[in-house]
């Protein structure tokens, strides 16, 4: 609707009991004139009025605060989620480390086996790789493996010119 609309009526009779009904009130007021009762009403009404608007104002502030909690709860299982995962990722790494660390101590480790596990701790945990600085472990495990290589080497001997050559070259990869 655009604006005030004129009440239509059908007939006198309306009209007459609209009228009536004002006069009669604007009568039972002149007969009920308490105007300390009166006063009392419109506060208790005015202070109603003003609780809703309170607990209306906290209802929406609450229902923001919820939502907001909500979002940071997701937020904060996603996280936890994420955590969980690389904890898994390094608890992983940790036991093929340990695996290695113990066939190591037996003393049952060759270099395809030191270049394999490399490789894969390269491809599969990466950001470890780098972050623990895993390199250093193969100055430990790999230099004596490739020292005793190197034992059975004549560098003087034309026959074996290239020998090692490969072998550097994929270590050097790594």
């Known amino acids: 609707m655009t604006g005030k609309e004129q009440k239509v009526y059908s007939g006198y009779d309306a009209y007459a009991a609209k009228t009536r009904a004002i006069v009669e009130a604007q009568m039972e007021r002149l007969v009920f004139d308490v105007p300390e009762l009166m006063h009392n009403l419109n506060l208790l009404i005015n202070e109603t009025e003003e609780t809703i608007r ?46 290695f660390s113990t066939k190591s101590d037996e ?28 390199e250093e472990i193969a100055i430990t495990n790999v230099l004596p493996l490739i020292q005793h290589y190197f034992l059975t080497w004549n560098a003087l001997d034309n026959e074996q010119m290239n020998y090692g050559i490969t072998l550097m070259g994929e270590w050097k990869k790594i």
Request: proline share 0%.
């Open 54 to 99: 309170r607990n209306d104002r906290q209802m929406r502030f609450l229902r923001d605060q919820t939502a907001a909690l909500e979002n940071d709860s997701m937020q904060i299982q996603a996280a936890l989620w994420k955590e969980r995962e690389e904890q898994k990722h390094v608890e992983e790494l940790n036991d093929l480390l340990e695996r």
């Open 107 to 134: 003393g049952n480790v060759t270099l395809d086996e030191c270049r394999e596990l490399f490789q894969k701790m390269q491809a599969e945990y990466f950001e470890e790789y780098r972050l623990f600085r895993l």
